[in-house]
């Protein structure tokens, strides 16, 4: 009996031991108000494990607070959000296809990040609304435009238009990112355990008049799959 005692009495200490070594490594990494303490700590996590883990260290961009601006980033795995939570400093409302954001638990935490799905099959009207009220309110949004995930020898060559459209409707500056350093690229699960060596190539800001440009969709595309090495419009 003593010894049930014992095991068990070790294993309380023990759970509330981690609870505790969990909520302090948070609030330690945490460097973004998301409006919701628990949802604070899950932010430290992350920034914890994308520095250590992924060795992206504590790189961040440089995000103007004066203007109107659209993330755009490659998408080469499930952790690209991730990735980008942890080289920045706001919160961000990113746009992910509709079937991601319906999936059991990660709901709870998509839309806790205020995450806005958007609806491939063609009915994007809702979320583009969605979007608008997000900018205009003074929120970050980000858009992987390239449609879906990929790998470096499956790449995807072609950029939504939506992401013309929003820049047009919102008169928002295009800021691009390109994720590069990825153990596991074109995974959803293998890239979670497997260790990279992440680094983020920012481009300069484009003005909603040279995303309008011809040739912007190609140039992007060329940039994101790294067949150029600076975006010129």
């Known amino acids: 009996m003593n010894n049930t005692l014992l095991?068990?009495?070790?294993?309380?200490v023990g759970f509330l031991l981690l609870i505790f070594i969990i909520i302090k490594v948070g609030r330690k990494y945490n460097l973004t108000n998301w409006g919701h303490p628990v949802t604070n700590i899950v932010d430290g996590w992350l920034r914890f494990y994308c520095q250590h883990f992924h060795r992206q260290g504590d790189f961040q961009i440089a995000l103007p607070d004066d203007k109107k601006?659209?993330?755009?980033?490659?998408?080469?795995?499930?952790?690209?959000?991730?990735l980008i939570i942890a080289a920045t400093n706001r919160p961000i409302r990113f746009m992910i296809a509709k079937e991601e954001y319906e999936?059991?638990?990660?709901n709870r935490l998509f839309k806790a990040a205020g995450c806005i799905p958007?609806?491939?099959?063609g009915r994007v009207e809702g979320a583009?609304?969605?979007?608008?009220r997000?900018?205009?309110?003074?929120?970050?949004?980000?858009v992987f435009p390239q449609?879906?995930?990929?790998?470096?020898?499956?790449p995807r060559t072609r950029i939504k238009p939506g992401i013309i459209k929003l820049s047009q409707l919102s008169g928002c500056t295009i800021l691009p990112i390109r994720?590069?350093?990825l153990a596991a690229p074109g995974s959803m699960v293998k890239c979670i355990f497997k260790r990279s060596r992440i680094f983020l190539d920012v481009s300069q800001p484009l003005s909603p008049k040279q995303v309008q440009a011809k040739e912007f969709r190609s140039i992007l595309s060329d940039w994101f799959i790294g067949k150029k090495a600076k975006i010129e419009l």
């Open 7 to 12: 095991l068990l009495t070790g294993i309380i």
């Open 69 to 82: 601006l659209i993330l755009v980033c490659n998408h080469l795995s499930a952790i690209d959000p991730f």
């Open 103 to 106: 999936k059991p638990i990660l």
């Open 118 to 121: 958007v609806d491939r099959g």
């Open 128 to 132: 583009f609304r969605s979007a608008l």
């Open 134 to 142: 997000a900018i205009n309110a003074g929120e970050l949004v980000a």
């Open 147 to 154: 449609g879906g995930i990929h790998s470096q020898q499956t």
């Open 179 to 181: 994720i590069n350093g």
